[in-house]
């Protein structure tokens, strides 16, 4: 069986949280650890890309120290299309369109996975993190296109099976044929 350590260091304790990485590797015989991208609860869905480089520019340098103990890093995306909170007021610096639910609800958490403004985001991104080369870039279980079960119905995806389906789809027609 194979032991991975996951683990978030905040900015303002990455020398104690360092050191307590190692010394539980040592203690335990780890000799790997999962380097979380974000705090869980505490960070919004998206977040700046200047903070997403300084934030890897820190894991570029606590990789070359957890290495030099003989300790794999890999990373853990925690976000991708928006997890636990996407604020309005952040809707102008992300101007993504949100997922919409059954229900016709605009998601207060997660962005549609078309949206190329979002793609573009996320290409840079994952681009700042593979700098760190890490073994494994792990893209987290919010990397879903799941909302309360049954999917994103915003205008991009109504768009996307008007176009497959070669004719004018409306949410109420989509909504009324699925239930």
Not at 1 to 26: A, F, G, N, Q
Not at 57 to 64: C, D, H, Q, S, V
Request: proline fraction near 4%; glycine fraction near 4%.
């Amino acid at each position: 069986m194979k032991h991975i350590l996951r683990y978030y260091i905040p900015l303002e304790k990455e020398k104690e949280r360092l050191d307590d990485i190692v010394s539980y590797c040592k203690k335990t015989g780890c000799r790997e650890v999962l380097l979380f991208t974000t705090s869980y609860r505490t960070m919004p869905s998206f977040i700046p890309l200047r903070e997403i480089e300084n934030y890897s520019n820190r894991m570029i340098e606590w990789a070359k120290i957890l290495r030099s103990e003989g300790i794999t890093v890999s990373i853990n995306v925690q976000q991708t299309l928006g997890h636990i909170c996407f604020p309005k007021e952040l809707s102008r610096e992300f101007p993504f369109q949100r997922q919409v639910t059954l229900e016709g609800v605009e998601s207060r958490s997660s962005a549609c996975p078309l949206d190329e403004n979002l793609q573009q985001y996320l290409i840079q991104t994952y681009k700042l993190y593979a700098r760190v080369k890490p073994r494994i870039l792990f893209v987290d279980d919010d990397f879903r296109f799941i909302i309360s079960g049954m999917g994103c119905f915003c205008p991009l995806h109504l768009s996307a099976l008007e176009k497959r389906r070669g004719r004018k789809v409306s949410f109420e027609e989509l909504r009324n044929a699925i239930l």
